[in-house]
């Protein structure tokens, strides 16, 4: 999952970053609402955290900005504003949630892991997908009662693919939820995620187009939605 962090502050700027990548996010930092703006029309993301004390343009403005011209990507502000009325801006302004600074890392994680799940459309918190149960919170992925170790990047692949049964993502479309700017990507590191994948979910869990892509097939069990 590829997240923008708009944040000035470059302490917990680094620590947010630091942490998300250490989950296995694909994260973008920048630190004022122009760069971010730019970002979002160049880029696509799966989900922002936005402060709103800014330099410049505060955060309500970019917020204005995204929802002005239609962008649906669920937003996560994380400010110092504690305020009711800060509070009821933000979220009328067209943010997801709200989170006040100080605050737990812990507890960001679990927002924006119900954020991604609502713009996903599920609303269990653990789900499982052709035999194989996946738990973005602990990151566990079990099959048949048998928990299977992924790397962070592996676990990103699935979880990807996973709640887009039967949408063909392209290596590029993978990389982007892989990698941030300024990250090095090697020419064949989708292609080896998927098979660290094949080769402990089974080699039909993940299919692939030939010249377009990978897909995890529908659970005809679940109906097709």
Do not use: C
């Amino acid at each position: 999952m590829r997240v923008l962090l708009v944040e000035d502050d470059r302490m917990i700027g680094q620590a947010v970053q630091t942490a998300l990548r250490q989950d296995g996010y694909a994260v973008d930092w920048m630190r004022d609402a122009e760069s971010a703006d730019t970002a979002l029309t160049t880029a696509n993301f799966d989900l922002v955290l936005l402060d709103l004390g800014l330099p410049g343009r505060d955060g309500v403005s970019l917020l204005h900005a995204m929802r002005g011209r239609h962008d649906a990507t669920p937003v996560l502000i994380v400010t110092a504003r504690d305020e009711v009325h800060d509070r009821i801006g933000g979220l009328d302004a067209g943010a997801d949630d709200y989170l006040v600074k100080p605050f737990d890392l812990d507890e960001l994680g679990a927002r924006m892991r119900a954020l991604l799940r609502r713009s996903a459309g599920r609303g269990e918190a653990v789900f499982e997908h052709r035999g194989v149960r996946i738990d973005p919170a602990t990151r566990e992925v079990t099959r048949g009662g048998e928990s299977i170790t992924l790397s962070p990047r592996e676990f990103a692949v699935l979880e990807a693919l996973v709640l887009r049964p039967g949408a063909v993502l392209s290596r590029a479309q993978l990389e982007d939820r892989l990698y941030g700017w300024g990250e090095s990507v090697e020419s064949n590191a989708v292609e080896v995620y998927i098979h660290g994948l094949r080769r402990k979910l089974g080699h039909d869990f993940v299919q692939n187009v030939r010249g377009v892509g990978y897909f995890v097939p529908r659970d005809e069990s679940q109906g097709t939605g």
